[in-house]
């Protein structure tokens, strides 16, 4: 679907074959694939570049696919809270773990905004030029060809079409089966929980994730950090409403059911992850390898990607091209002891002990805990986390400290898992 500023409000009714304005097919701002991350930059440019032209599009009828991103106050900066704001869905200023030998509340807000209001926030920035119902076959710096066949040429043109499978990242996965309920009656709940890990443990680490949107509405979320990628929809949708029924929830309505299996990076090498399908664009999102190495969100990151590039001077997609490769460098190498972390829980633990680690980080300080989601952790930080009584056995983690070492495992048991 092609949509100018004039017929935004027309967007699901028309189709991409409709015609197209001739005067609007060259684009200094050529958005390709309308998420998360190429939407911010949509709404941020155009707050600081409004003589810039834009355009947005995507495969799919609704900007952000099907989606609740949550973030936590202290993960991003008070400009890029303000860029967030009118598309929450609600915020809360606290939230909560629960473990068996630990149940704590945290002080730090958390937040939520779905699709819809992305979608929304999108079609009301007047000057964004979205096309949706518009799948795109090829990619080049400079333009784009759609399915149908047409070209729509853009001075910088951005690749935010998500993750693609990728060789170069020895990977886990947090992977998840969300249910929005509509309750009889009141859960009672006044914050998100964002791990129960009291809940019976099943394929590597599980938990259950609440967040409680009015007195009866609730997504409940099964969750797991699991070595291999599947997922099997139909299983962790019935632990979920087993989840609610556990807690005396009559479930009248499941509005919404979302799912994801998101990356969780064990070990890897950046460079060559960048050589992987070039296509000419700059790059965005997970695509761009920006997110939280141990948790797969991608939320934080594509603020600051979104700032960084409303501040840049230079619009050609060579420039914004060396900008993101240069960011995502810097962030993967400032990241290499979540990295870490993350081999100790997916290769070194066993059994439940992944559980015991995360049980251990969570009765750390509320301000490193908070420094550890936004992905700043000091110096300080890390010695912390290190210390005092270790999860694991000291001789098994030190056999998985080597990041080249991991990367041999994990594409050893990735092809294993392959042939049965
Ligand atoms: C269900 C779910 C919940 C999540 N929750 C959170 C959360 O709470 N917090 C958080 O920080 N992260 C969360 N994440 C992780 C991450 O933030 C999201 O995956 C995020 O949407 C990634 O952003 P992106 O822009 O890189 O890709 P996407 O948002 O996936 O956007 C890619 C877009 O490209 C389009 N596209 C793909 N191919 C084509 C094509 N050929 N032509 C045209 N368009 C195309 C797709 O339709 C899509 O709209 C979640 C992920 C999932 C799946």
């Given at each position: 679907m092609f949509m100018t500023r004039d017929h935004q409000a027309e967007k699901h009714k028309r189709t991409e074959t409709a015609p197209m304005r001739p005067d609007t097919a060259n684009y200094d701002v050529l958005l390709v694939g309308a998420g998360l991350a190429n939407s911010m930059i949509a709404i941020a440019l155009r707050q600081a570049r409004p003589e810039l032209s834009i355009a947005l599009v995507d495969r799919?009828?609704?900007?952000?696919?099907?989606h609740t991103w949550s973030f936590h106050s202290?993960?991003?900066?008070k400009a890029g809270l303000e860029l967030l704001r009118p598309m929450l869905e609600a915020q809360w200023p606290s939230q909560e773990i629960r473990f068996p030998r630990l149940k704590r509340v945290l002080d730090t807000g958390y937040n939520s905004m779905t699709s819809d209001r992305l979608h929304a926030a999108v079609i009301q920035t007047p000057g964004i030029d979205v096309m949706l119902s518009a799948p795109v076959a090829r990619v080049e710096h400079d333009g784009i060809e759609l399915g149908s066949g047409r070209h729509i040429a853009g001075r910088c043109v951005i690749d935010g079409r998500g993750a693609v499978p990728t060789n170069a990242l020895a990977l886990g996965y947090q992977k998840f089966v969300g249910l929005e309920l509509e309750l009889?009656?009141?859960?009672?709940?006044?914050?998100?929980?964002?791990?129960?890990?009291t809940v019976p443990q099943y394929d590597g680490y599980r938990f259950v994730y609440t967040l409680p949107f009015s007195s009866t509405r609730i997504l409940v979320e099964d969750t797991y950090y699991s070595?291999?990628?599947?997922?099997?929809s139909d299983l962790l949708s019935e632990r979920a409403l087993k989840y609610a029924n556990a807690k005396g929830w009559r479930v009248g309505t499941v509005l919404r059911q979302e799912q994801g299996v998101l990356p969780i990076t064990l070990a890897g090498d950046i460079k060559a992850f960048w050589s992987?399908?070039?296509?000419?664009a700059a790059r965005s999102g997970m695509r761009a390898c920006?997110?939280?190495?141990?948790?797969?969100?991608s939320l934080p990151d594509a603020v600051l990607l979104a700032q960084r590039i409303s501040e840049s001077n230079a619009f050609d997609t060579s420039k914004i091209d060396h900008l993101v490769r240069h960011h995502s460098t810097r962030s993967w190498q400032q990241r290499s002891f979540f990295r870490l972390l993350n081999r100790m829980l997916f290769?070194?633990?066993r059994g439940e002990e992944r559980r015991d680690i995360l049980e251990r980080f969570y009765s750390l300080p509320t301000p490193l805990i908070e420094r550890f989601y936004a992905a700043r952790i000091t110096s300080a930080d890390k010695v912390r986390i290190l210390l005092?009584?270790?999860?694991?056995?000291i001789p098994r983690a030190i056999s998985h400290m080597s990041e080249s070492q991991a990367m041999a495992t994990v594409l050893q048991r990735a092809h294993g898992r392959s042939n049965g």
């Open positions: 799919d009828a609704q900007i952000g696919g099907n202290s993960d991003v900066n009889d009656e009141p859960h009672g709940m006044s914050r998100p929980i964002i791990m129960d890990a070595d291999g990628p599947e997922l099997d992987e399908g070039e296509t000419g920006l997110f939280h190495p141990t948790t797969g969100y290769l070194a633990a005092g009584r270790p999860p694991l056995p």
